[in-house]
């Protein structure tokens, strides 16, 4: 009989364990799954043995579609090369294995995919073949668009009852994807049970594909708008997805909405119909909505044309009337209103001047429609000067009635002629603002 020493055992099922490791050189085009080939080079330190070959690996990943932050799942598969073998059966190998990918396009950085340990036997002059390995990692937080996965280390892990063993290849050859997965945020599922019955129905809510580790507000809907009932709000997983029941109260209910609490644009609304006994009674409630209008002025022309004087050593008055000037407020709010003018200095085409302050007038204004919910006040008789006068004015509402109508504005103009000055045409410009 032959006997084959508990050293040399170890040797070679450290060998053994190597050459199920090393591989992966050329590749197929990368997908969510995909087998390659890449030429690794292995160390195990505590045999002192390196060894360099080529490898088949194939990676396959779920969902290939993924949001930021989510968990994919990579199953991986290492073929076993045989290098070097124990010439007898060894059992009960205890091992697991990970893979360390470089991310390139949508997502920079390395992850690492470990699977838990599992149990293998080795057949005599068969070196170790794992089985195919699971394994999860998480998606970055800033990754968009796709994102290849390039193996650039594999570590298996061995326990026998002959020792330990760790087995770590390197990628020496080659730097192709085996693998692509797609950072988006997946489209929201939503889903209640039941779909109708009546008032005091208890539904079960399943949301999926949500912000992962987010607060979600489940919540009746009416129309447009929510229901009297309060919502429940429960928690998402790791993976974005929820189940939490509501309690449909509310008579008018139309649908059940599933809105995230911190951006509530996150949400998928499903129907809800209340079904009712024949003495039930039934409520709607219409709605709609009513838009402000304009708070406006117009003229009917920008002229205003004063009354001819003749130089005669006596002040005199050159009259006119303002340009009547139409408002309306149709802002359907508790707002006033205010119409005042400033004028510049006259000065004539033989270069007289006759300051502001030498031009007055006498405000008149009227409510023009008599449904109007405002009154409005004439301004007080003024001369004009450095600071504004005042037209017309709408006052605000004091107890939250609303405010508006349609209103005139007129005014009796005066420019003062002292004694004696250039003759000419005169002419200035006079500016209404309403705010």
Not at 4 to 13: E, N, P, T
Not at 134 to 141: K, M, Q, R
Not at 372 to 401: E, H, I, M, R, Y
């Amino acid at each position: 009989m032959k006997f084959v020493s508990r050293k040399r055992i170890a040797a070679g099922l450290g060998a053994a364990v190597v050459a199920s490791a090393v591989g992966l050189v050329a590749v197929a085009p990368a997908a969510h799954a995909g087998t390659g080939r890449y030429k690794m080079h292995c160390n195990l330190p505590i045999l002192a043995v390196v060894i360099d070959s080529d490898q088949d690996i194939t990676v396959s990943l779920d969902p290939a579609v993924q949001a930021p932050g989510g968990t994919i799942s990579a199953m991986f598969d290492l073929g076993p090369i045989a290098v070097s073998t124990v010439p007898f059966p060894v059992n009960d190998v205890q091992t697991s294995t990970s893979v360390t990918f470089d991310q390139i396009g949508g997502a920079s950085g390395q992850v690492t995919v470990t699977s838990g340990p599992v149990v293998v036997n080795v057949p005599a002059n068969t070196p170790i073949d794992p089985p195919p390995s699971t394994g999860t990692f998480t998606v970055p937080a800033n990754a968009a668009g796709v994102v290849d996965l390039v193996p650039v280390r594999t570590v298996i892990h061995a326990v026998s009852p002959y020792g330990v063993f760790d087995a770590v290849c390197d990628v020496v050859g080659g730097a192709n994807p085996v693998a692509s997965y797609t950072a988006a945020p997946r489209p929201r599922q939503a889903s209640v049970n039941p779909a109708s019955g009546k008032p005091g129905t208890v539904v079960t809510a399943h949301g999926a594909d949500f912000t992962p580790n987010a607060a979600v507000a489940i919540a009746g809907v009416v129309g447009a708008g929510r229901s009297t009932d309060p919502p429940t709000i429960v928690q998402t997983d790791a993976q974005g997805s929820f189940t939490g029941t509501f309690t449909v109260n509310d008579p008018n209910t139309t649908g059940i909405a599933l809105a995230e609490v911190a951006d509530q644009t996150k949400v998928v609304v499903t129907g809800f119909r209340v079904v009712h006994d024949a003495s039930d009674p039934l409520t709607q409630s219409p709605t709609g909505n009513i838009k402000p209008g304009v708070l406006n002025m117009t003229q009917t022309t920008p002229g205003i044309t004063l009354s001819e004087i003749t130089l005669n050593g006596t002040a005199q008055t050159m009259n006119g009337k303002l340009n009547q000037v139409a408002v309306v407020d149709f802002r359907g709010s508790t707002l006033g209103w205010s119409l005042t003018g400033q004028i510049t200095d006259f000065t004539s085409n033989t270069g007289g001047t006759l300051t502001k302050d030498k031009f007055s007038w006498t405000p008149k204004c009227q409510v023009t429609d008599p449904d109007s919910p405002s009154a409005v006040t004439a301004g007080a008789a003024a001369d004009f000067g450095a600071t504004a006068s005042k037209l017309c004015t709408q006052a605000a509402s004091t107890d939250n009635t609303v405010t508006g109508g349609q209103f005139t504005a007129d005014a009796d103009v005066k420019l003062a002629v002292p004694k004696y000055v250039l003759a000419g045409n005169y002419s200035a410009t006079l500016t209404l603002s309403l705010s």
